[in-house]
Structures are given as structure tokens and as C-alpha cells.
């Protein structure tokens, strides 16, 4: 079955700073990979997702980019700010949404 | 209206108890699925609902039993749970069909202890 790596499992950056998380795939098959972000008491949020015919995606201060031939995607969030502070998830689908393990991001001002 | 719905928001149980878990959407999406949450870990699936039908069981336990009696009700009936069942119980919907996969939205969740 899919299995997705996440890395890494904590990110401190200053505030303006950007921050970067990478995950890996191992289902050649999968082909929709969408990003989450779940603050305290909250359920996950979708921010991002991106699908197998694309490369990269934006929105704002948020990118996706996908490599289907290494089976690597990774979150970019620029200009950071204290509200980023989150735990955030990737994950990839094939028949059901498989998520990486988290990323505990923390925006210091 | 992109909201779900989940009540209640915290449940404590005892491991005799019977109670159910009730989540409401009302975006006309057809696949709805629940999805168990520990501390510090990701959701992990439990179920999927498509059309009002069950779809996809994660091997859960029978103690756990999905319920879906319309399409914008799923219901988490639950008996004789164990204290390692205690977490964040999580409902989620999406369309359906083709063109997908699509998004999922998250309910709020809820709070699970068994005592």
C-alpha cells in the first residue's frame, strides 16, 4: 500500500522567514497529493493540492511542487507570519487519502 | 455552506457505555468518511461512505459501527470501547464521481475519552 514520508517533523523560522516541508511517495499509481494544515482543537484544513498532471501550483504566499519521476512534493510558504504556527500534513491518494506523519511548524515574531 | 458538523465536541464513556458520534454536512457531497486521530499522529482512516453506502472498512474493530441514513448524516455508533480507543474522532466529506478525487473537508472533531 502507499506510504508517505514527511520531513521535517518540526520547523522553527522567524517570522518572514519561508519555510519548506518535503514528502515522498512510494505509489507510482497515486495521483492527487493535497496539503493540510490542523491548528490546536481544529480539524485539518486543506491549504493546497496539487494533481499528477501538474508541476507546480500556487496560492498567494503558498506553493506546491510535485516531481511524479522521483515521487517527491514539497510545501513552500513564504513571508511566514504567527498564524502559519501549525502542525501540517501531506498526503497522497490513490483510492483513499494516506497522510505523512506531520510537520510541527512554529513561527517565532 | 462548507462546513461540517460534528457533535458532540468532547464525550467521556465508560467501557460498558453505548453512545454515537453524529455528523452533519449540508454541501450536497456524496462520499463521507470518519477518521480516528491520536496525539501527535496523522488521521488515520476508518470508513468510507459513497452514496450512502459503505465503501471502504479499514478493518476496525466491530465495536465501532458507521451508520449513514441520509446523505448529509454519518453516524459513529459505539460500544464496549477500550481506554487505547480514546482519541480525536474526525468526519470528513467530499463529492463524488467523476472528474475526482476532490477535496475533503474536515469536521472539528470529536473529543474521545474511555474510562
Known amino acids: 500500500g502507499e506510504n508517505v514520508e514527511q520531513h521535517p517533523s518540526t520547523l522553527s523560522v522567524q517570522e518572514g522567514d519561508s519555510a519548506v516541508i518535503k514528502c515522498t511517495y512510494s505509489d507510482s499509481a497515486s495521483n492527487y497529493f493535497p496539503w493540510y494544515k490542523q491548528e490546536l482543537g481544529k480539524g485539518p484544513q486543506l491549504i493546497i493540492d496539487i494533481r499528477s498532471n501538474v508541476g507546480e501550483k500556487k496560492d498567494q504566499r503558498i506553493a506546491v511542487t510535485l516531481n511524479k519521476t522521483a515521487k517527491h512534493f514539497s510545501l513552500h510558504i513564504t513571508e511566514t507570519q504567527p498564524e502559519d504556527s501549525a502542525v501540517y500534513f501531506c498526503a497522497a491518494y490513490y483510492d483513499k487519502v494516506i497522510f505523512g506523519p506531520g510537520t510541527s511548524l512554529s513561527v517565532i515574531p | 455552506d462548507t462546513e461540517v458538523t460534528q457533535t458532540p465536541k468532547h464525550l467521556v464513556m465508560g467501557m460498558t457505555n ?80 467523476a472528474g475526482g478525487p476532490y477535496e475533503q473537508y474536515f469536521g472539528p472533531g470529536t473529543r474521545l475519552t474511555v474510562t
Open chain 2, 18 to 97: 453505548k453512545k454515537s458520534l453524529k455528523c452533519e454536512q449540508h454541501m450536497g457531497h456524496r462520499a463521507m468518511y470518519w477518521y480516528k486521530q491520536k496525539a501527535k499522529k496523522p488521521p488515520e482512516l476508518m470508513f468510507v461512505y459513497s452514496y450512502e453506502k459503505l465503501s471502504i472498512n479499514e478493518s476496525v474493530p466491530s465495536r465501532f459501527s458507521p451508520e449513514c441514513p441520509n446523505s448529509s448524516l454519518l453516524n459513529l455508533h459505539l460500544h464496549a470501547l477500550q481506554p487505547e480507543d480514546s482519541a480525536l474522532y474526525l468526519c470528513a466529506s467530499s463529492l463524488q464521481g
